[in-house]
């Protein structure tokens, strides 16, 4: 070698120093006694010369090899799941001491002890760090049993120096955390119990719910990805999921979020997730992931530096580091239930109280926590896919009416056309699916089969809610005939029996399976399924069921004439009787019952058109009435009722809504409706009936707004079990303050002191008409000082708007919402600040351009596909344009009127569902909530409503006038409405060539004004 690229060697440093080798040796492995002065000499001159002492040569002089090994477990290894910032932390610590790092990792098929024993033997490492694992368990007594120096980490072994993280605190944090959001059904995706961290993460979680009397719910599997995939997707994808996930690790986290994501539960208005460890992928994930933090960096740090201090023969302590909680957007309040997708392409049937959900292809998928045919609040039907040679063909055309399907199929081959037509009718004790067929050409074999199933699951169990127990099923099948029956624990006994014209074969899979041979050129196949709920609380008359009807609708529009269609033949569909006729079913499919406050908004909506509905939505309340004090169920008495369930979860009390009370606006709507049904109907003797309801009902509006200090109503849950929020927004996330901070109840909020206003008013008016004057002017005077203080405590000078809400401690809790827009529909708002309000809701901020958006765009808690915090709903809308008309924004109140009919128009089946996203109608179509009921009953009944707005139609049996605007929207076109009821027997028509309204028909002594529009008000 040339001498100018040989290494320096440790003579040439002796040689230059001017000392012996020997003394080099010792200054460089630091020993011997050698003054400073001449171990200064001999570095600089090992610096000059660039000059490194050989590994080997220190191994030699200092019987070390100054390398320590991190001894990897052959699981962790497999998976690859070693923490990247734990190797981080070692090395720069390795680096920092001199040191060289090793990593030890056996193979599977190694035998550990062996393994250790030969490292240990050959002097590689100096000392090993133990990352702990079950694979491990003998590997420290292996060491020790060597003299090998060793710090575990993952593990607190006797007799040996650890380095641990509090497992056990950690996953106490992130529990609690879950639990302080309000979260009781929180599964743990734990780690095998074999793993310590992994079993002490999983003590802390049962810790915590053991002292909130929460039940564990602990699903073991590997820290992976993938395992926290496919855990969640079962979970997610059955009934009574989850609202909370504690995962173990966050890889298991990161899996869990990819699977949410996958299957369209969003993170974390429908499910929170927690993860433990800090990782980089999951500060990074979409939403960052909130997390257990044990710092791995400084994790692996001080292990190296604790081995290298045991290595040089100090003392060393043990450390347990406690973790901390980083608080991310993967956790939030959960919502109340967490209640599946719908999809507004499927069709819907509905026969009495029954109900059928169906996919687009009419059938009921196996896997769908949506789809099946309801009955009182129980899937009867969960199972029914038939398919044709094994495949689920897309028909020709479907046509779909209330409570039928039909659909027609064509199959070509080798010159033969098989037409296939199908049948499907719902009635409300069972179904009919009737299946005929014809060749044309040669015939071919083919086959038709059918997967069934009841299951018999109560709603609130497919909305979310967890069942610890459940009742007995059996099941017995012959080839035409297969019962079905479910003992429930509140006692009833349900059944389905699925009947079939001809034999079947029971094919590999369970199904039942018809072939059709080639000599059978036509035929048929008629399915009959029975079903039978009983429900002892309903006492439903035997005799047919009234008809609810609407007037006829004619429109030169195609658009209107379409929306309004739907509308009236969904109303329709959802009549419903629960005993004291036939009231609007809430939506379908999680609201397939009776709800107060939708009853009767619905009813309003339609009273122009059909009195009858408010009628029976009355007299249906003034039935369930509360008469005691129970807290559980908020029942109170005068108090109208918010919600009646009739399955097996409300029967038994497991959910507190078999007969729930939990509303603050029901009973004043209860009031205003009754009163303003009277006056369209002149009807006395209804007022007559129902008074006493009505003056309990204001009994207990009055001691309610006599509680509050400030004399307005407010509420506060009685129930734990029942609803938080009670006013119509009733999510548990809707009530903020314009920073997005949560306001706690009690809360008075603003709409509903309009409603109270309102039926104040109301039943003054209905009193000074009997001739009760004193009680009238008692109310006037409450209705009066309401007004005052609802203008005192609600108006926000600086945004010239109404509040929200107000809290406990009387603050105004400052969000800009929809709710003063239905404040103008009550009167509550002073005609000083009309102007104002309707500026703001016809603004870019409140207003899409579809409808008025809940919660304003610019609020910090926004989120435009949320259920109150900035969607659209057509109900709220509909009413904030009758409130816009009322204070003189007529011009207003028909450019939202007109914007909500649109987008009716551009939904599937022209449906408006229960709510959908507030977007900007400039920047998109109108996109449907992803849990939206549709049909939804005060949503069906909105275009009804928006019409009545259009036209201006006022109608008063009582002074036999009749109120329309003399010049109708453009956008209407011309357009005739016939047989628009006025008293019974009577009726009269309104048309409009599209220029001019007239009313044709009128009976005697009956007036029509046709009157213009007012100019005054607000101004765009």
């Known amino acids: 070698m040339p001498e100018k690229f040989r290494p320096s060697r440790i003579g040439d440093v002796a040689k230059l120093a001017g000392v012996s080798t020997a003394t080099v040796s010792y200054v460089l492995n630091n020993r011997g006694n050698i003054s400073f002065e001449t171990a200064e000499r001999v570095r600089q001159a090992a610096k000059t010369l660039h000059y490194h002492a050989s590994a080997q040569g220190r191994f030699l002089v200092r019987g070390q090899s100054e390398t320590i090994g991190v001894v990897v477990p052959e699981s962790m290894a497999r998976a690859g799941t070693l923490p990247s910032p734990l190797l981080s932390g070692l090395i720069a610590a390795c680096q920092h001491a001199g040191y060289h790092l090793m990593v030890l990792a056996p193979e599977g098929s190694q035998d550990i002890g062996a393994y250790l024993e030969g490292i240990a033997r050959s002097h590689r490492v100096d000392g090993v760090v133990l990352i702990y694992d079950a694979d491990l368990e003998g590997a420290v007594q292996i060491l020790q049993d060597e003299r090998v120096p060793c710090v575990v980490y993952g593990a607190e072994p006797e007799a040996c120096t650890w380095y641990n993280t509090d497992n056990k605190r950690g996953a106490v944090l992130a529990t609690e955390h879950l639990v302080e959001l309000g979260h009781q059904r929180i599964v743990h995706l734990a780690g095998p119990d074999m793993c310590l961290a992994a079993h002490q993460r999983r003590e802390g979680y049962e810790e915590v719910l053991a002292a909130h009397q929460i039940e564990p719910w602990a699903v073991l599997g590997p820290m992976t990805v993938q395992s926290g995939y496919e855990r969640t997707y079962s979970l997610l994808t059955a009934p009574g999921r989850p609202s909370a996930i504690f995962a173990v690790s966050d890889a298991v986290a990161m ?23 800090n990782e980089v992928a999951g500060r990074h994930a979409s939403p960052p992931l909130t997390t257990v933090e044990h710092d791995l960096v400084q994790a692996g740090e001080r292990l ?24 991310r957007e993967s956790t939030g309040v959960p919502a109340v239930y967490q209640t599946p997708r719908t999809n507004p392409q499927e069709p819907v049937l509905k026969a009495g109280a029954a109900f059928a959900v169906l996919s687009t292809a009419g059938r009921i998928e196996a896997d769908s926590l949506r789809q099946g045919i309801y009955l009182y609040d129980t899937r009867m039907v969960s199972t029914y896919q038939w398919r044709i040679d094994s495949a689920v063909p897309a028909p020709l055309a479907m046509r779909v009416t209330a409570n039928s399907l039909s659909a027609r199929y064509v199959f070509q081959h080798s010159g033969m056309t098989r037409f296939v037509m199908r049948t499907l009718r719902l009635s409300p004790q069972g179904l009919e699916d009737h299946w005929s067929w014809r060749h044309y050409g040669t015939a071919e074999p083919w086959t038709l089969s059918l997967a069934f199933d009841a299951d018999f699951t109560d709603i609130f169990e497919l909305r979310g ?35 079939s014209s001809r034999p079947a074969e ?46 006829r609708f004619e429109w030169a529009h195609q658009p209107w004439q379409n929306v309004t269609d739907r509308s009236c033949a969904d109303m329709e569909m959802l009549a419903t009787n629960y005993g004291h006729g036939v009231v609007p079913m809430a939506g379908i499919p999680w609201f397939g019952t009776f709800f107060g406050r939708d009853a009767i908004i619905a009813s309003y909506q339609v009273l122009a058109w059909a009195p009858a509905w408010a009628y029976h939505t009355l007299s249906t309340l003034a039935a ?67 008074l006493p309801s009505a003056e309990r009902a204001l009994g207990w509006l009055i001691q309610a707004q006599d509680r509050n200090r400030w004399g307005l109503i407010s509420f506060s849950p009685r129930s734990s079990q029942g609803l938080a929020v009670q006013s119509w927004k009733d999510s548990s996330d809707s009530m903020v303050f314009a920073n997005g901070d949560h306001a706690a109840p009690p809360l008075a909020v603003a709409e509903v002191q309009g409603y109270v206003y309102r039926a104040f008013r109301a039943m003054a008016e209905y009193y000074r008409a009997a001739g009760n004057a004193p009680e009238a002017k008692a109310l006037e005077r409450r209705a009066a000082k309401l007004k005052k203080q609802f203008d005192a405590l609600f108006w926000m000078p600086d945004q010239q708007y109404y509040a929200l809400a107000v809290d406990g401690q009387g603050r105004a809790v400052d969000a800009m919402t929809s709710d003063p827009g239905q404040c103008l529909w009550s009167g509550i708002v002073p005609q000083a600040k009309t102007q104002m309000v309707a500026d703001a809701l016809l603004s870019p901020d409140l207003y899409s351009g579809w409808g008025i958006r809940t919660l304003a765009a610019s609020q910090s808690a926004y989120d435009p596909y949320s259920y109150h ?29 007109l914007s909500l009919m649109r987008a009716a128009s551009r939904f599937p089946w022209f449906r408006l569902p229960e709510l959908f996203a507030g977007e900007s109608s400039a920047q998109q179509e109108p996109v449907p909530y992803p849990e939206a009921c549709a049909p939804q009953a005060w949503a069906s009944a909105a275009p009804l409503h928006l019409v009545q707005t259009l036209l201006g139609l006022e109608i008063d049996a009582r002074q036999r006038t009749i109120r329309c605007l003399a010049t109708p929207p453009d956008s209407l076109g011309a357009f005739t409405i016939e047989t628009i009821p006025l008293t019974p027997g009577l009726a009269f028509t309104l048309s409009s060539d599209g220029r001019r309204v007239k009313a044709t028909d009128m009976p005697p002594q009956w007036t029509f004004h046709a009157v213009g529009r007012r100019q005054e008000g607000v101004k765009k």
């Open 255 to 277: 899996g869990a979020l990819q699977c949410a994501g996958d299957i369209g539960i969003h993170v974390p208005r429908q499910l929170s997730v927690v993860g433990f460890g």
């Open 304 to 327: 190296a530096a604790m081995l290298i201090s045991r290595i040089t023969g100090e003392d060393v302590l043990c450390e347990r580091v406690r973790p901390v909680l980083r608080v």
């Open 465 to 499: 809610s967890v069942r610890r127990r459940a009742g007995s099923k059996t099941v017995s099948r012959s080839a035409t005939e297969a019962r079905y029956r479910y003992e429930g624990l509140d006692g009833v006994a349900r059944q389905v029996v699925l009947q």
């Open 506 to 551: 029971d094919n590999a899979s369970g199904q039942w399976e018809w072939p059709i041979g080639e000599e059978e050129g036509a035929g048929s196949i008629t399915l009959k399924a029975v079903w039978d709920n009983p429900v002892p609380e309903l006492n439903i008359p035997s005799v047919r069921e009234e008809t609810m009807s609407f007037p």
């Open 624 to 690: 369930w009435q509360g008469t005691q004090d129970i807290a559980e169920t908020e029942e109170e008495p005068g108090k109208m009722v918010h919600e009646i369930r009739l399955g097996e979860m409300a029967r038994t009390g497991e959910v507190p809504f078999a007969r729930y009370y939990g509303s603050v606006d029901v009973t004043p709507l209860f009031l205003g409706l009754l009163v303003d049904t009277w006056r369209r109907t002149g009807d006395d003797g209804l007022m007559a009936r129902l």
């Open 869 to 897: 915090r900035g969607s659209v709903w057509p109900h709220d809308t509909s009413l904030v344009a009758a409130g816009l008309q009322a204070a003189g924004a007529t011009s207003q109140a028909l450019e939202l009127a």
